[in-house]
């Protein structure tokens, strides 16, 4: 597990603790949870490219294929948070793309 983390408010003034990595990053099949793909903004704060919440490797691969890899949608790194409750997760993610309404919201992912 990374020691780097971020933590996410949603728009429920909730706060979630997403782990960070540098991308490219490769996880075990069945890793189930919350992502985040974002890059670094001009302020040095986290911009969400993309939310979304499934299995790590496989919805991580299709989402950074939906968004593309340049430009001003290239995620530099991926946020996670692991869950193996399905409702809490989903819960979670719709929470957070209530608030950043901009992030792409995967195809493939299980949201």
């Not at 780097?4 to 490219?24: E, I, K, N, T």
């Not at 993309?50 to 593309?68: R, T």
């Not at 995620?75 to 309404?101: C, F, K, M, W």
Request: negative net charge.
């Amino acid at each position: 597990m990374s020691e780097d983390y971020c933590d996410w408010m949603g728009a429920s003034g909730f706060s979630y603790r997403y782990y960070v990595y540098d991308l490219p990053v490769s996880f075990d099949d069945n890793q189930y949870g919350n992502f985040i793909l974002a890059t670094k903004n001009n302020s040095n704060g986290w911009e969400p490219i993309c939310i979304g919440e499934g299995d790590f490797q496989a919805c991580i691969l299709n989402s950074l294929h939906q968004i593309g890899t340049t430009g001003n949608n290239k995620p530099t790194h991926l946020h996670v948070h692991i869950s193996t409750d399905t409702t809490v997760a989903r819960a979670e993610v719709g929470d957070l793309q209530n608030l950043y309404i901009e992030a792409i919201r995967p195809n493939g992912a299980d949201t």
